[in-house]
């Protein structure tokens, strides 16, 4: 079967996905000369674990008249309305990676659009897995579906899965979406270390969206990627995760530490080659030659406030354009 333009059919679910392999040329665009870009931080924290000050990683990216979501990490709806968006009004949803701190909030995304009769179709762009995970949800939706009809009266309602398609990215991907450019490229989150294999069947991606004159880099989750670098080059906004390695790793090895000793070592051995230090996010910003550096999903302990300070100075040790760190709601 050619994935570039097949329909994917689960055996389980019958339900009929798009995925396409993006890795051709652009397609043909609107005219992006006069689309503005902004970029609105919905969800900050990196996960797993749930944090009171801020939501898992999701991001709103506005084009012009259109509204995407990049990640959708739990509690991205909820963000999404105190934007002052509607579910109905994302149309797209890019993933850069499976893990569940990404992905969380896709689900309620999906059902909600679909409950409120939102109109068009989800489009959600993602590694390959991407597929599997949204079957999956739609599935899970079937249940609701059958209620929906009975208080209907047994009039028709939207099938789940008519209302959602996927589009399989991988490395080299680049294509036009609404007027758009949108690149990606395989990072290093998913590097083959001791014990683990290099390939885990998807990928983890970063981004790039490009609109006439603006661009923006966004990491998603990656350690440092010469890969990443060379995307990122003459964007004006880089994105980028963070993480503050030295104390994470002693809240890791610490007289309270939940983790049992034996899996310490494997788990730090990932956040120091598979994540980003504000010096690393800030070197990455100075080789874009970007103007901007924002950094988000942040690896930290306490509140955004307390450490945004120390994270600014050691990113400014390598990159001497302006730094923010990232609470959620901020737009840039």
């Known amino acids: 079967m050619n994935v570039r333009d097949a329909y994917y059919k689960s055996s389980r679910t019958a339900v009929a996905l798009l995925a396409v392999l993006a890795t051709g040329g652009a397609m043909a665009a609107d005219d992006p000369a006069a689309m503005a870009l902004a970029w609105t931080t919905l969800g900050t924290a990196g996960g ?19 509204h995407w979501l990049v990640d959708c990490g739990d509690g991205a709806v909820e963000r999404l309305a105190a934007a002052k968006r509607l ?12 893990h569940m701190d990404h992905i ?3 689900q309620g995304l999906i059902g909600l659009r679909w409950m409120t009769n939102a109109p068009g179709v989800l489009t959600v762009y993602g590694p390959p897995g991407t597929d599997r995970l949204v079957s999956g949800i739609v599935e899970s939706m079937q249940p609701s579906a059958r209620v929906a009809i009975a208080l209907k009266g047994g009039k028709p309602h939207p099938r789940p899965q008519d209302v959602v398609n996927v589009v399989i990215l991988r490395d080299g991907s680049d294509l036009t979406v609404d007027g758009v450019r949108v690149r990606s490229v395989r990072n ?10 290099a390939d885990v069947g998807t990928e983890s991606l970063s981004y790039r969206f490009d609109a ?4 923006v880099g966004y990491t998603g989750d990656t ?7 060379r995307l990122f080059k003459g964007v004006g906004l880089v994105v980028s995760e963070v ?32 994540h980003l230090t504000p010096q690393q996010a800030g070197d990455l910003a100075a080789q874009a030659g970007a103007a901007r550096l924002v950094l988000t999903h942040l690896a930290i302990s306490g509140p955004t406030d307390a450490i945004a300070p120390a ?3 050691r990113a400014r040790a390598a990159f001497s354009g302006e730094v923010r760190v990232a609470h959620d709601l901020d737009q840039f």
């Open 48 to 66: 797993p674990v749930a944090n009171a000050e801020r939501s898992q990683s999701a991001n709103l990216l506005s084009a012009g008249s259109h």
């Open 87 to 98: 579910a109905a009004q994302v149309d797209k949803v890019f993933i850069s990676h499976l």
């Open 104 to 106: 969380g909030g896709l």
């Open 188 to 197: 290093s989150h998913f590097d083959e270390r001791p014990g683990v294999p």
């Open 212 to 215: 006439g004159a603006n661009a």
């Open 223 to 229: 350690g440092v990627s010469p890969q990443v670098a």
């Open 243 to 274: 993480i503050d390695l030295e104390g994470t790793i002693a809240n890791i090895n610490g007289p309270h530490s939940p983790m049992p000793p034996e899996t310490r070592p494997g788990l730090i051995a990932h956040l120091k080659s598979q």
């Open 311 to 313: 994270l600014v100075a």
